[in-house]
């Protein structure tokens, strides 16, 4: 997945937080991860791919925060 995804549902307010059911505010500390693991004698070949985001919501006073790789879940 990528970043412009986040920052697109951030900015037209598709990204909900779980707790007060308002648009989440910010992201910090994207990340793309890529495991690979590679055996050659039992040619066993695993790919990964993956990112995580902290997601704040940063409305009134909710403090709902969460580091996560499946933010695709709170897009509406």
């Known amino acids: 997945m990528s970043e412009q995804v986040i920052k697109d549902a951030i900015a037209n307010s598709k990204m909900r ?11 910090e500390k994207y990340s793309e ?3 690979a693991v590679r055996d050659g004698f039992n040619v066993v ?10 997601l704040t919501c940063g409305n009134g ?3 709902w925060r969460e580091r996560t790789e ?4 709170y897009i509406d």
């Open 61 to 63: 006073d909710c403090d």
């Open 33 to 35: 991860t890529i495991d």
């Open 17 to 27: 937080c779980p707790k007060c059911k308002n648009a989440v505010q910010k992201y």
């Open 70 to 73: 499946y933010w695709s879940e």
């Open 45 to 54: 070949e695993v790919d990964s791919r993956s990112s995580r985001v902290t």
